[in-house]
């Protein structure tokens, strides 16, 4: 190669090849500042990013079993609220009916106390009716009624809360719905309303261990689904204290690049003074 020439400038390749190194390293630093991300797509690290995407798409999967979770919880929390107040007002009934075994009322009492238990009554079927949240209703006893089945895993795992009837409709509530009519009677209702109370009892006990599974797996999810987005993280989050110095090196880099490619391309200049 001639060292002396005007058609071939070999010192300005080079450095034109650097700067455009420079530059492409470069903008890939900005596009990581920008991004956040060191990883952005596939050309970055195909297989980097393939671990991404499918850790991407289960979070996303875990997402809507939270939803589904915490649908699940709102239903029975509903229905425990509802069954809580039932099972309050069963006391107010057994109230009721011990001042009814008294055989000194007089008749005015007795059909006020009677009232009263029939308003009682009344008002603890429309508890049982009213709890519904999201079209469920866990307690109210209808014949479309359905178990809460709510989905807890990506692997389609589910947990089921069985429905219970607190309305007038079951068996315990039915012996205790009419209003006892004389002090002997409302003596024997004791026993049909203690009774009540135990089956709502065991009710309200079964639904609250069902909102604690919940729970639990919600917890479960939330602590799952922070893991794998911290993974993914650590697997293509740019590190931005890094890529800060980098860019700044590779500014100053770019600018001595542009430099260097200006004094090569002053060489051939120097070839002129050959011929004055």
Known sequence: MALNSVNTNFGAAVALQNLNKTNADLAT???RINTGLKVS??????????IAQSQRADITALN????????????VDVAL?????????LGQLKEIAVSLSDTGLNSTSRDALSDSYKSIVDQIDAAAKGATFNGINLISGASDAKDLVSISG???SSITIAKVDMSKASSAMASIATAPTSASAA?????????????VSSSLSKLGT????????????????????AGVGNLV????AKESSRLQALQTKQQLGIQALAIANQSTSTVLSLFR
């Open 41 to 50: 797509s596939a050309k970055d690290n195909g297989a980097i990013y393939a």
């Open 29 to 31: 630093t900005q596009n």
């Open 154 to 156: 990506v692997d389609g």
């Open 64 to 75: 809507a079993v939270s939803q589904s979770l915490s649908r699940g919880q709102s239903v």
């Open 81 to 89: 609220a509802a069954g809580e107040s039932i099972s309050d007002m």
């Open 187 to 199: 003596n024997s209702m004791l026993s049909k309303i203690d009774a009540a109370i135990n089956d």
């Open 210 to 229: 069902g909102s604690k599974q919940l729970e639990n797996q919600a917890s479960f999810v939330a602590k799952l689904s922070d893991s794998m987005e």
């Open 237 to 240: 989050d740019a590190d931005l």
